[in-house]
């Protein structure tokens, strides 16, 4: 275990995700029902167009985020993860689209994150507050490596505000997911789809997304958006870093 890995909840993010970098993508496509591409497109449609030269993919994971970056923009990209198995496969899948020159993928903490004040000119998050102790604290660090100016845009799995799809989003991820999951991937991806339903729901009952709106903001961004996508299921946040 990497020795600065302290908190509990990044603790368990990497003993949970060391075991699965072979068949991440594919599961995740399919414990997402397919949503997971549509999703992340729908948050590097907030970055595109500004154009950085530069940019940060917090929880990086396996790079396809960086790789869909790098594809639609002409920047260098850096990756951020935890977990080295991870990024060991997200390496060999940026060599695989010809994009080593342009990503970088470093081993580090959403929470403490090994870049100088306004380094970045566009940042990227996905699927993170879930897995650190302070959601408040980590979205400050995060509004510090970026420019004032510079926009940031994460993806999160999300609740069906609708009650009908409430219902039927509790069933796929108590019932389904874990079926699917040791199915497909086995043991490890039965372990993710049981956690995962209540951890989602978990997560919003500590942190509406009300409070998460207000958090975005006291971090430091401003014009602040969200959309809510797959009747429920995803989350899509952005916002532009203060001038102040």
Not at 134 to 150: H, S, Y
Request: net charge positive.
């Amino acid at each position: 275990m990497l020795p600065y890995i302290t908190g509990d909840r990044n603790r368990f993010a990497q003993q949970l995700f060391t075991p699965l970098p072979r068949r991440y993508d594919r599961l995740a496509e399919v414990l997402s029902m397919g949503q997971n591409g549509r999703w992340r497109r729908a948050m590097t449609d907030h970055i595109v167009p500004a154009s950085p030269q530069r940019m940060l993919d917090v929880a990086s994971g396996t790079a396809g985020v960086a790789i869909q970056l790098a594809e639609r923009t002409s920047a260098d990209v850096v990756g951020i993860d935890l977990t080295m198995q991870m990024l060991a496969q997200g390496r060999e899948n940026v060599s695989q689209a010809g994009l080593s020159p342009r990503i970088q993928l470093v081993v580090g903490r959403g929470e403490q994150l090994p870049f100088p004040d306004h380094t970045f000119d566009a940042l990227t998050f996905t699927y993170l507050l879930r897995y650190v102790d302070d959601p408040q604290a980590t979205l400050r660090e995060l509004a510090r490596v970026v420019k004032p100016g510079a926009t940031v845009a994460s993806l999160e799995f999300f609740l069906p505000p609708n009650r009908f799809w409430r219902v039927m989003w509790w069933l796929y991820t108590r019932l389904v997911l874990p079926v699917g999951g040791l199915l497909t991937g086995g043991r490890e991806w039965f372990r993710v789809g049981r956690f995962l339903g209540p951890n989602i729901s978990g997560h919003y009952r500590k942190y509406p997304l009300w409070w998460t709106e207000d958090a975005w903001r006291e971090a430091g961004f401003e014009n602040v958006g969200v959309r809510v996508m797959s009747l429920g299921g995803g989350l899509v946040m952005w916002g532009t870093r203060s001038n102040g």
